[in-house]
DNA sequence: ACAATAAATTAGGATAACCTAAAATACATA
DNA sequence: TATGTATTTTAGGTTATCCTAATTTATTGT
């Protein structure tokens, strides 16, 4: 009954959350390789969270896991945290892009909740962190975003970039070199099926950018469909 | 040779550098005194920080403990890291003078070089922090501070609050209120011997101060020579 | 359907930090 | 100086998190 939270159950809760945005469990490979242990550690941390009072997950021997009410809003509150901390590095202490997630990555686990209050007032209530994803409000609510990867849109489908992977600087700056950032719309143009070359042509830029799978993989999108 | 550094090292270490500027070592009660732990836990880590590579500190058994040079580095960075937190979690964030201090205990431990730098610059290199106490440089040097409490002076004598203790909310919020606060020019009025108060005529306010001996013995002063 | 492979779990250990209780040492004073 | 008290250290245990190696379970291709 002692609800004592440590930073490591944190992390394995957020990767929890972010695997199962995309499918239905998250199964203990997955989680293991995404945080960097060996998978007989998630399989004991896994069965700690499931056994913990309240339960923060559901898990099944060799059938994953995913997370209950209670885990979900402690998965929330970090990610809560991580985008707000991104932004706030970023707007008031002058972090670019690319080395902000680092730091929000240790920082999460650590600030008051007093702390998340004056930061969030600070920067006037966002809702969107600084790579496009959208921050839970302070009732931890998740406003919607898409699903969609840019990496399935086809020749002449429009769409706007929502958001883009956080935790890969080099990534990040090549992606803000090409000025292919949060809110940037496109056109595709051209897609190659042998490479998986996506050709795009972007709103205020001259030149094309060709973007390769493992980028275009990374990146959501909304699409605006065509008014004529 | 693998230099590890966990938070709670850093926190002996800031221990004992606190308490060897005003003594010759820091012994094991103390310490366990002021973190709150038990005797049996301080020899331990004592023990292990003597004997890292390279030494953190300098121990021999009932002897108590002095840092080594590098020792000393490491809680002067703390040190440097508390209390430039404590300066903007104040200045930017908008936290009172007496909630700095908890937040800035655990942040010191997890922010990274580039955030110290950042700061730095954002609140423009101070040199003090809020409660008064100077701030080691960038290079880790620490200025000069008055050894002097305000518990030591006497009838006519002058002087000026240099700094408080820092960790006590209830204590700086009646310091506060007082407007007993670093900057502050007095003269002691009278001695009580019996009950070791103080009365101060304080620069700019009408009434006397009362201070009893628990506050005196926690504000360190310089005093003001007389010029006649 | 069943063997080969891949994935997950259990078993057994390590480390850092803490604790309590017992033993050793230091100190203070009659 | 001798002894009682206070302090410190040692011994032995606990918890969280991680690991490797061995074992078990699941999946997949023929």
Redesign the pocket.
Known sequence: MVK?R????E??LKTVYKITSQKDRA????I?DK??????????????LASADPPLLV??????ASLTPEGEQIALETLRHHRLLELFLHEILGYSWDQVHEEAEILEHVISEYFEERVAEVLGDPGQGIHGEPIPSRALEMSSHPEIYLHDLRPTQRGVIRSVRDDDPGFLRYLLKLRVTPGTKFQVREFSPYDHILYLIVEGQEEEIALGESATAQILVEIIEDAD
Do not use: F, I, N
């Open positions: 004592k440590t930073d490591t159950m992390d394995y199964s203990t490979g997955e293991a945080l960097g242990v060996a998978p007989a550690s998630v399989t004991e941390m896994v069965q700690r898990y099944r021997k060799h059938q994953g």
